[in-house]
């Protein structure tokens, strides 16, 4: 009978052999308490699932190669949830990395938890943009929203700042919360990260801020999803997910309620997703031309409602 993991961290790969290496080399000293799960999603123009395969058979025990057909970004999510055999689980992107030193402190203080009997929902660190060119890296911490150093609940929150948010790059699930949230990412659909940090957090209830610079976010490539002018031309895209968070937040909103201070942080989140629409909407058609096409149906009411011209 295998050992559950402590940790099981799912790294999606799609085409990523240029760069996926170093990602899972930061995850390795980690060693028998983590599961790498390297979810090749498909990919066509490269080796991605010979690397994955290589690592494999390299690290036995530690790092599973997973190949699928291509489902996206949250396809390959949701195929690690499934496979997870760790207590918690963690994102982390094929471009992305991780600073060794605040792992061991993350993976510590995961195990002294469960040692102590404490059933953690959530632990949450901080990232790191770690932005091409730039000498200066800008750290997200999450000092004014969240006490330090003990086992907190959303009462015990301190102010929820507009544009200050848990990413998918600071949040570490227990794999059970996930699993029983009965969330399932969209696939072939970019932006789902955003459903990730805010569908599971009804059935959070004991978190843990642990402020160390754990998770180092890649900001460079030109073909990254964040970039502008790609998140201009997926307009569609982020709408689906925007629609998806508002239905959410509508069907459930009885159950949010029975907490207000995380009814708050999650109607904050969905606001600043549905500005970010606005905006990018606002962008990618001119006002005249907005309603031009307002007037011969182009636009749908939804899509109008969201940047406010109705």
Known sequence: MSVMKLLTITIPCYNSAAYMRKAIESLLPGGDDVEILVVNDGSTKDNTLEIAKEYEAKYPGIVRAIDQPNKGHGGAVNTGIQNATGLFFKVVDSDDWVKKSAYAKILGKLKELVMCGEKLDLLISNYVYEKDGEKRKKVIHFHRMFPQDQI???????????????????????????????????????????????????????????????????????????????????????????????????????????????????????????????????????????????????????????????
């Not at 570490?172 to 399932?184: H, K, N, P, W």
């Not at 004991?206 to 307009?235: A, C, H, P, T, W």
């Open 152 to 310: 907190f609940t959303w009462s015990d929150c301190h102010h929820f700042s507009k544009g200050h948010y848990i990413l998918m790059h600071s949040a570490i699930y227990r794999t059970q919360i996930l699993r029983e949230s009965g969330m399932v990412l969209p696939e072939h659909t970019f932006y789902v990260d955003n459903i990730y940090v805010y569908e599971p957090l009804l059935h959070v209830e004991k978190m843990y801020y642990l402020d160390v610079n754990f998770y180092r976010y890649y900001i460079g490539r030109d073909d990254q999803s964040v970039n502008e002018e790609i998140m201009i031309s997926r307009i569609d895209q982020q709408l689906r997910v925007n629609y998806l968070m508002i239905d959410y937040l509508v069907d459930n909103k009885a159950k949010a309620l029975k907490d207000k201070k995380r009814y708050k942080y999650m109607r904050n989140y969905l606001e600043i997703i549905t500005t970010i629409s606005s905006i990018l909407l606002i962008k990618k058609i001119p006002r005249t031309a907005f309603r031009k096409s307002r007037s011969c149906g182009h636009i749908s009411k939804a899509a109008i409602s969201i940047c406010g011209f109705i």
